[in-house]
């Protein structure tokens, strides 16, 4: 074998040692991997209930039920469409009726959202650049920045 030979023949099996452990990598987080949809999105697309997700927008004002045992239904909008959310457990200080929300959990086969995660902004200025960005695309942003 040439040096020559041996170059391309090393270059080949590093880039194929470099396939592999990305694949490997891949596989073992395919199911850590959490996208974000607005409830617009979530509307659109035909989502497999059970899958894991992030759904973000407003909560809509007068929507919050409070139940017994720390059960919590509300609704989260984009403007355009509004799902329906629920979670058990004690809500973030910051969470109000009208601000921006991140919730994570999986859809459920009636439509609604089973949240197990809510996370709310943190001063009256911020907003979750993913609720930011679902806003910005169904055309009611009402934020300063373009």
Do not use: C
């Not at 469409?81 to 991140?102: A, I, K, M, N, S």
């Amino acid at each position: 074998m040439t040096r020559k030979q041996r170059r391309a023949a090393l270059i080949g099996v590093s880039l194929s040692i470099l396939g592999v452990a990305v694949g490997l990598v891949l596989f073992a987080l395919r199911d850590n991997i959490v996208f974000f949809y607005g409830p617009s999105d979530v509307a659109e697309q035909d989502i497999v209930p059970g899958t894991r997700m992030r759904v973000g927008g407003l909560v809509v004002e007068g929507s919050v039920v409070r139940g017994t045992d720390a059960h919590v239904r509300f609704e989260v909008t984009d403007f355009s469409e509004t799902l329906t959310v629920t979670y058990v457990g004690l809500l973030p200080d910051l969470f109000r009726e009208g601000q921006g929300v991140v919730t994570e959990g999986v859809l459920l086969a009636d439509g609604t959202f089973a949240a197990d995660t809510v996370l709310a902004k943190h001063d009256e200025n911020y907003m979750p650049p993913e609720v930011a960005d679902a806003l910005r695309r169904s055309g009611n942003w009402q934020g300063d920045t373009p």
